[in-house]
């Protein structure tokens, strides 16, 4: 093809793969476990456990691609463009025991410019040619069953990458490596407790055949044969089994990443009697993320940015509780923690935690999890039952404190304390009206270290009431000597007030008390009423009035009304 500037360019894409799959029965194992059958506890978990002795699969591929291009411009010399690369991929996957699994991936890119029109004699030397990239990933998931209510879960990955692009002139090679770690464990009270008491189950009644007898399942033995001869012991085990059957399951999680990267590295090979500066590889442990030592030195050419390395650490726990059939709450607690070093040397940590926020600051308060409380059947209190149907009452907290250190110094420290709701009620009235109301409270610190000590606080206040009503109808119109039309509508009526109160108190210094820097208040109404005349026509109509005050700007007042209509057609 051709345009103004460019007389004739062509370009030529040939690419060919090949692939090579060998999976592996599941027969391959032994049972070396059956001799630990005798061990109490121990023996009877582990006694079937098999050991595999060849891996599940092995996967190999290598596929390449020739690029040519050539470009004669109108005026000028012409230009050409070529690139010849080999990509191979090796893949294994190893079951080692039941619950425990791991896979390994390895990938490396040549570059085969020089072997340009020579291909079976690269084929027939076997050269690759350069390597420009190698990348080594590994994943290795555990699973142990320790008994019927603890089953943890342990997983750890890493990433491991080498590049050497040819269009690079700086000496050495790039390097990146990443190891995460997580794992997971999730605990049922009432299961702990069914190992030990579990009560007895009313059956329902059923009826035998005739000359026939009820028979009692193993699992009703093994319930019955549970339960302590000792009235006193079983009134309280009872008494603990109905408590713990009101803990939600307690899950934890945990996970640690670290990564790394390096730019120029090198490494020094003996050719005859000198030695010659090559490209750095680093070593097996570093390259599966159990090592943070490269061990190889950095070119001079790189300069004062030789790489970073990053480390994170984060834990979260959840749990919940039923106080009664209509009450329920939910708690959660995380934290993480950050640290780093940059090209240049410096240090930075970072420290995110659920906190509850207390005093001037918010730092004078404690690391406290988040909580939200649910209350259903409110519809039954004296005020509420003359109007609704069914109500349910929400509450709801979430904290965060994060701070940042530079060198071990203190830079800055922010925390959130979010009441959304503080309160909030959700009522279905009669007729099928719909009314939800909530209250709400965030506040926010940002302190700032260094030089200039300073705090700013803003706390927002927000009432939210939106209600809904929704009619279904329709026309019924007779036509004379033809069939009656009939035409069926919904009308949705939909109404929101909301207000909203912001306050801003800052200072500059930690010996002056907080100013309020700026105030805002805003209060606006949007009825909407949206209508379907059918499946193929629908519309609506919207006003909204915003009523809005600023200390800095002042009054504002806007108004919107607005309408549409959607007709589908279709042929």
């Not at 702990?192 to 009692?216: A, C, D, H, L, N």
């Amino acid at each position: 093809n051709s345009d103004t500037q460019i007389d004739d360019r062509f370009s030529q894409n040939t690419k060919g793969n090949m692939s090579y799959g060998l999976s592996f029965g599941r027969d391959n194992y032994i049972s070396p476990f059956k001799w630990f059958k005798w061990m109490p506890w121990l023996g009877k978990r582990i006694v079937d456990g098999r050991l595999y002795y060849t891996p599940s699969s092995i996967d190999m591929s290598a596929n390449a691609s020739e690029t040519m291009t050539e470009t004669t411009p109108r005026v000028g010399e012409s230009k050409s463009q070529y690139n010849l690369g080999l990509n191979r991929t090796f893949k294994i996957g190893y079951t080692i025991l039941d619950n425990l699994k791991s896979s390994f991936t390895k990938t490396i890119k040549s570059d085969m410019d020089s072997y340009r029109a020579r291909y079976l004699q690269a084929l027939k030397n076997l050269k690759p040619g350069v390597v420009t990239d190698v990348s080594d990933n590994m994943t290795t998931t555990f699973t142990p069953a320790l008994t019927d209510w603890l089953k943890p879960t342990f997983n750890y990955s890493s990433n491991y990458r080498w590049a050497k692009p040819m269009e690079s002139t700086q000496e050495g090679a790039n390097i990146t490596s990443q190891g995460r770690f997580s794992s997971s464990l999730s605990i049922s009270p009432k299961s702990i407790v069914e190992t030990f008491y579990t009560p007895q189950q009313r059956q329902p009644r059923r009826r035998s055949r005739r000359g026939g007898r009820t028979k009692v399942t193993p699992a009703e033995e093994e319930k019955e044969a549970k339960e302590p001869k000792s009235e006193a012991l079983k009134k309280i085990l009872k008494l603990l089994h109905g408590g713990a059957s009101r803990i939600n399951p307690i899950s934890f999680t945990y996970s640690e990443n670290r990564s790394q990267n390096a730019f120029g590295v090198i490494d020094s090979v003996r050719s005859g009697d000198s030695l010659r500066v090559v490209p750095g590889r680093a070593d097996l442990p570093f390259r599966l993320g159990f090592s943070d030592e490269l061990g190889l030195n950095r070119s001079s050419e790189v300069g004062v940015n030789r790489g970073s390395v990053k480390h994170q650490r984060d834990f979260s726990l959840r749990s919940g509780l039923a106080l009664t059939r209509k009450i329920t709450t939910n708690f959660n607690f995380s934290s993480s923690q950050a640290s780093g070093v940059d090209g240049n040397n410096v240090q930075t940590r970072t420290q995110t935690r659920d906190f509850l926020p207390l005093g001037v600051t918010g730092s004078d308060g404690m690391p406290f999890g988040g909580w939200s409380i649910r209350w259903s059947g409110v519809e039954q209190w004296p005020l509420i039952k003359a109007v609704s149907r069914s109500a349910t009452l929400e509450h709801a907290f979430a904290g965060k404190e994060t701070r940042a250190w530079k060198d071990d110094v203190l830079q800055s420290s922010k925390y959130t304390a979010s009441y959304s709701p503080l309160a909030g009620l959700s009522m279905t009235l009669f007729k099928g009206i719909s009314v939800t109301s909530r209250y709400s409270i965030v506040s926010s610190f940002d302190n700032r270290f260094g030089g200039i000590n300073s705090t700013r606080v803003k706390t927002d206040r927000t009432w939210t009431l939106s209600s809904n009503y929704a009619h279904r109808g329709g026309l019924h119109i007779p036509i004379f000597f033809f069939r009656d039309f009939d035409l069926d509508n919904t009308i949705n009526f939909t109404l929101t007030i909301d207000f909203s109160e912001s306050i801003t108190r800052e200072r500059n210094d930690l010996q002056y008390e907080l100013s309020t820097t700026d105030e805002r208040k805003s209060w606006k109404i949007s009825p909407r009423i949206s209508y379907s005349f059918s499946q193929r026509l629908t519309g609506g109509v919207w006003y909204e009035y915003r009523d809005s005050h600023s200390k800095i700007v002042g009054r504002k007042v806007d108004r919107d009304f607005g309408f549409n209509i959607n007709l589908t057609l279709q042929g």
